[in-house]
């Protein structure tokens, strides 16, 4: 079996091993720094990280604007103090070996400003750049003006074509890797086309095949490509580790940092890990950023994936099919269905979903009264955690709304994940993990089943470095 041997990221040789960035509280300074101390690339997550008081305790991101805009500047604040703090404790922990990166996603509220004023708190503790979801094109503006490399998060050939001969060719000294993150395996927010069928994945071996033509193309022979989603045991990989038509490669872990020791997660949601069987992970649209996502079939996606279930279409005229009366809200607002959908409405409500809320798409969802006056008020509270939010309507500009009706379809995204990666550990937590939003890799799964993880064995960082490192 082959063996990976050390590889060179900004001046430095380190292990080609990349600890996948997790947002919101997942990927903290804790782990990045173990990482890094292992001898690999850790990463701290710059997407509401928290920040602590002078107890050591997380500060609760609680809001208090009247607007969505003055909510959104608090979260912008809580982001920049929980970066920094997260840099300081990785810095701490890894004591000058491995690297240490920061990971932002593009699509998210004030991600600019956020990931400036960590950069600009901490200078030199963060030794490189990462982000994705979208087309980070001002990426490496960014990296240039605090002299750290940057590492785009692409998902085909095509999408660094458009980074490089649209910005990244101005600054190609500072470009210290391309992260290649599979579409259909990896965990989180996935970059799908609208050409590519999310139930037929794909070999990622051509795939990065063509990303590393590209990368030729222009020069780029010796800039690693970062293999990420669906990585598990390198001696899956050997096909890739020196293989000259692919150029230097180094692979990106991010679902097997979840349950170590230092993983911050709660112990219901590793213990949940355990548990896993194949195809409970599964791509979905319910994001509310737009992008497919992975994320495991627990009762919160459950719930979501009834909602969509629960749906008819209507029009506020009668129309040859939409034909059959219906009442809607309080007021018992007139609106048409047909004749069919009536009947279907009818055993719904039978069963409890009597709440019918309106979507974008001129249809109606049914859901439990409790159920309803929960996404109003999270609709209501939205605090601009992403640059544009179906769920709620909020768009990061003038007026502040993309002039849609709000998409009961979805969800806030930001509630979930710092309600279940804060989750207590009581009785309560395992009812906390089921109901709220679990992202994972297609291959969490294989927790349950690897020898490594007998008996519900957790490991340290470390052990799982080494692990890694045998291959298996």
């Known amino acids: 079996m082959k063996l990976i041997d ?4 900004g001046g430095q040789d380190v292990l080609p091993l990349v600890e996948g960035g997790k947002g919101v509280s997942v990927s903290t300074g804790i782990s990045a720094g173990h990482w ?19 107890q050591g305790r997380p500060v609760p991101q609680i809001y208090h604007g009247r ?3 003055e909510r959104q500047r608090e979260l912008i604040r809580y982001a920049i103090d929980g970066g920094v703090a997260q840099a300081k404790i990785a810095h701490e922990i890894a004591g000058g070996k491995g690297r240490l990166h920061a990971n932002i996603l593009w699509e998210m509220g004030g ?29 490496s503006e960014i990296a240039v003006k605090h002299g750290i490399p940057y590492y785009p998060i692409v998902s085909s050939g095509r999408a660094f074509n458009a980074l490089w001969r649209r910005a990244y060719s101005k600054a190609p000294e500072l470009l210290g890797g391309v992260v290649y993150e599979d579409p259909w395996r990896a965990g989180g927010h996935n970059g799908l086309s609208n050409t590519e069928n999310p139930l037929n994945p794909e070999d990622p071996f051509p795939r990065v095949l063509e990303l590393r033509r590209v990368l030729r193309q222009y020069g780029l022979d010796e800039t690693p490509i970062i293999m990420a989603g669906g990585v598990w045991a390198l001696e899956e990989w050997q096909d890739w580790i020196g293989n000259p038509d692919l150029g230097p490669i180094a692979f990106q872990f991010g679902t097997r940092p979840l349950l170590t020791k230092e993983s911050p997660i709660p112990d219901a949601w590793k213990r949940r890990l355990l548990t896993l069987k194949k195809g409970d992970v599964y791509l979905n649209r319910f994001s509310p950023t737009g992008f497919y996502s992975s994320a495991v079939n627990n009762s919160f996606m459950q719930d979501l994936r009834g909602r969509s279930e629960r749906q008819v279409a209507y029009s506020p005229e009668a129309t040859a099919e939409l034909d059959a009366s219906y009442g809607v809200g309080a007021r ?17 409500e039978a069963q409890g979903f009597t709440e019918a809320l309106r979507t974008p798409d001129d249809t109606l969802v049914f859901v439990t009264p409790d ?12 605090m601009g955690c992403l640059s544009a939010c179906k769920f ?14 709000a998409d009961p379809r979805s969800f806030c995204i930001q509630k979930t994940l710092q309600t279940i990666a804060h989750a207590p550990n009581d009785e309560h937590a395992d009812d906390v993990v089921d109901h709220n ?6 291959n969490a799964w294989r927790f349950g089943t690897d020898p490594f993880y007998a008996n519900g064995f957790v490991p340290t960082v470390g052990q799982l470095v080494e692990r890694i490192l045998t291959g298996r």
Request: with cysteine; glycine share 12%.
């Open 6 to 9: 050390t590889l060179r990221f």
């Open 36 to 54: 890094a101390a292992a001898g690999g690339i850790g990463t701290i997550s710059a997407v509401n990280a928290d920040s602590y008081d002078e």
């Open 67 to 69: 607007t969505r805009r």
């Open 111 to 139: 991600a600019e400003e956020i990931i400036e004023g960590i950069l600009e708190a901490v200078p030199g503790l963060i030794n490189g750049l990462t982000c994705g979801a979208g087309m980070p094109y001002r990426l």
């Open 332 to 348: 018992k607002r007139e609106v048409f269905v047909s004749s069919t959908d009536r009947q279907h409405i009818a055993g719904w």
């Open 371 to 382: 159920s309803a006056r929960e996404i109003l008020a999270d609709q209501t509270n939205c």
């Open 392 to 405: 709620s309507n909020w768009m990061q500009r003038e007026p502040y709304t993309n002039g849609q009706k």
């Open 437 to 442: 939003l679990m992202f994972g890799g297609t």
